[in-house]
């Protein structure tokens, strides 16, 4: 098995960058490998995944191997974090994971258009308008 956590998670998206720079903050467990979906080798080493998947939510591979996506993703990375996850648990209760699950759909589905897109190049990233 392999002892990092891989997060697959949209490198065009300016929320996913964000969240990402606060995974990679966090004080887990174990590393942390960070996968763009739209690095189609780097996504490739992974034949678990399913690349139609990453399109709409970010994906978790643990170190034991278990996948896990969008909220229950985040939710997992907390609980591996010493201090935040003394609170993970909460995020596991019935009411509180649906209304998760379903806030972060609403989020996914509207990355774009509220958070705006970071389009790139071979060899750069510009910042795209936050609104078309």
């Known amino acids: 098995m392999d002892p990092a ?3 697959f ?4 998206c300016r929320l996913c960058q964000a969240g990402r720079r606060s995974i990679a903050r966090l004080p887990l467990d174990a590393p942390v490998r960070f996968v763009d979906l739209h ?3 780097a996504v490739a080493r ?3 995944v399913n690349p139609a998947e990453l399109a709409g939510q970010m994906m978790l591979i643990e170190p034991g191997g278990r996948m896990l996506g969008g909220f229950d993703a985040l939710v ?4 591996a974090a010493p201090l935040a996850g003394l609170v993970a648990p909460v995020f596991w209760l019935p009411p ?3 209304l998760g699950r379903r806030l972060y759909r609403v989020l996914a589905n509207h990355r774009y ?3 705006g897109r970071v389009h790139c190049g071979p060899d750069r990233c510009a910042i795209g308008p936050t609104r078309k």
Do not use: C, H, K, N
């Open 5 to 7: 956590y891989t997060v």
């Open 9 to 12: 998670y949209d490198g065009q």
């Open 39 to 41: 690095d189609g080798s």
């Open 46 to 48: 992974f034949p678990q």
């Open 76 to 79: 997992a990375l907390l609980a």
């Open 96 to 98: 509180i994971r649906w």
């Open 113 to 115: 258009a509220w958070f």
